[in-house]
Structures are given as C-alpha cells and as structure tokens.
Nanobody, 116 residues
Framework: QVQLVESGGGLVQPGGSLGLSCAAS????????MSWYRQAPGKQRELVAT?????RTDYTDSVKGRFTISRDNAKMYLQMNSLKPEDTAVYYC????????????WGQGTLVTVSS
C-alpha cells in the first residue's frame, strides 16, 4: 500500500511563509504527476498546484505568484509565500501512478492556519 505523508503545516501570520513537504513510500518517479489540494472549512476540496514527471507545473489562479511546487528525488514540496487568511485549509498531497490503469493516492492532510 502506497503511503503519502505530509508535513510542515502550522500557524502563520498573514504575509508570512510556510513550506510543506510530501514523502512517499515508493519512488517519486513512480508517479506521472503529483499535486497539492486543499480543503477549507465548509468548502469543497480544490486543486492548488500540480507538477508532472517532466517537471511541468500548474497553479490555480488564486496562488499564482505566491506558491511554488517542486519535487526532488525523495519528496514533493509546496513553498507558500505572502499567505492570506483565505489560504487557511487542510492541505493534501495527491499522486497518480504512471502505471496503467493509473492509481491515485492521498495523504492524510496537514493543517495550515493563516491568522494574526
């Protein structure tokens, strides 16, 4: 069973920065793409950022210019700058395998709270 484990959440003031990481129990290169999702209280889960195996990245409009998704041999990361209260949410790591058919895995989530 593949496991994804997020870390790095916490409380940060508006305008501050926070970095999240996602570690997988199998090689990162087993995944065709990896993403960060978030779910705010009372809202649906939304896609925040994606990075493909080839390194292409994509962001939802509300975080463009503030968040950066990256990946190395071991983990996926999300660097969050200029944080706003509306970024408060549980952030989830998501990964899709490059097998056929593809399988999607989720982490357990890590809470990010942006508040003064």
């Amino acid at each position: 069973q593949v496991q994804l484990v997020e870390s790095g959440g916490g409380l940060v003031q508006p305008g501050g920065s926070l970095g999240l990481s996602c570690a997988a129990s199998i090689s990162i290169f087993s995944f065709s793409s990896m993403s960060w999702y978030r779910q705010a209280p009372g809202k649906q889960r939304e896609l925040v950022a994606t990075i493909t195996q080839g390194g292409r990245t994509d962001y939802t409009d509300s975080v463009k210019g503030r968040f950066t998704i990256s990946r190395d041999n071991a983990k996926m990361y999300l660097q969050m700058n200029s944080l706003k209260p509306e970024d408060t949410a549980v952030y989830y790591c998501n990964a899709k395998t490059n097998s056929w058919p593809s399988t999607t895995y989720w982490g357990q989530g890590t809470l990010v709270t942006v508040s003064s």
